[in-house]
């Protein structure tokens, strides 16, 4: 069974930083692209950032210049490291291994609330 399991979000400051984790369990995680979402309160899930199985990574324009996104294929784990955080980035953010549509896993979701 694949399980997703992310950590480290929290309360920040505006221009404050939070570092994301995801463990992947039951699943060869370095073979996957890892998507990191976001879903704010009363809008629609977002995709802010992918690192694909090669290393190369994109970024959503809202994110872009902020948000670092690596992994350790070793340790089964995948970063966001979210920087100069803004009000407008408070959301619960998922990280995501998609495969196919039956093997489409999802973390269960950490809260990021930036406020001052």
């Known amino acids: 069974q694949v399980q997703l399991v992310e950590s480290g979000g929290g309360s920040v400051q505006p221009g404050g930083s939070l570092r994301l984790s995801c463990a992947a369990d039951?699943?060869?995680?370095?073979?996957?692209?890892m998507n990191w979402y976001r879903q704010a309160p009363g809008k629609q899930r977002e995709l802010v950032a992918t690192?694909?199985?090669?290393?190369?990574?994109t970024y959503s324009d809202s994110v872009k210049g902020r948000f670092i996104t690596s992994r350790d294929n070793a340790k089964n784990t995948a970063y966001l490291q979210m920087n100069s955080l803004k009000p407008e980035d408070t959301a619960v953010y998922y990280c995501?291994?998609?495969?196919?549509?039956?093997?489409?896993?999802w973390g269960q979701g950490t809260q990021v609330i930036v406020s001052s």
């Open positions: 995501r291994i998609y495969i196919t549509t039956l093997s489409d896993y």
């Open positions: 039951g699943i060869l995680f370095r073979n996957y692209n």
């Open positions: 690192m694909g199985s090669s290393g190369a990574t």
